[in-house]
């Protein structure tokens, strides 16, 4: 129950009992009080109902995402036109030299 001393369960343990975040005897006492009030039974089955869509509604965005992301053409390698670059200027440099080594 409530810790402001109210006949009802507070908000943290409907979610804690939800979530399977209540020790064996707390669940059991939840329980058997839901079964004896209506309006924190109503309470717990919008408290499910809420996680229930919204876990529903993440796995959805999700698997969207996910299929967004499958679908995408894969983007290839970017080109390393600058290390080309480099070898060309390099082979041109020991072009040079050699054509000045043998004419020297």
Same mark, same amino acid.
């Given at each position: 129950?409530? %810790?402001?001393?109210?006949?009802?369960?507070? +908000? /943290? +343990?409907?979610?804690?009992?939800?979530? &399977? &975040?209540?020790? @064996? #005897?707390? #669940?059991?006492?939840?329980?058997?009080?839901?079964?004896?009030?209506?309006?924190? *039974?109503?309470?717990?089955? *919008? /408290?499910?109902?809420?996680?229930?869509?919204?876990?529903? %509604?993440?796995?959805? *965005?999700?698997? #969207? #995402?996910?299929?967004?992301?499958?679908?995408? @053409?894969?983007? *290839?390698?970017?080109?390393?036109?600058?290390?080309? &670059?480099?070898?060309?200027?390099?082979?041109? $440099?020991?072009?040079? $030299?050699?054509?000045?080594?043998?004419? $020297?």
């Amino acid at each position: 129950m409530n %810790q402001d001393q109210s006949p009802h369960l507070a +908000t /943290t +343990t409907l979610d804690e009992l939800h979530l &399977g &975040g209540l020790s @064996p #005897e707390e #669940e059991q006492q939840a329980k058997a009080h839901l079964a004896e009030c209506p309006a924190c *039974s109503r309470r717990m089955a *919008s /408290t499910t109902a809420s996680a229930d869509r919204y876990r529903e %509604q993440l796995n959805q *965005s999700t698997m #969207e #995402e996910i299929r967004r992301r499958l679908e995408q @053409p894969r983007a *290839s390698k970017p080109r390393r036109a600058w290390l080309w &670059g480099l070898v060309a200027l390099a082979a041109t $440099g020991a072009a040079v $030299g050699a054509f000045l080594a043998l004419r $020297g």
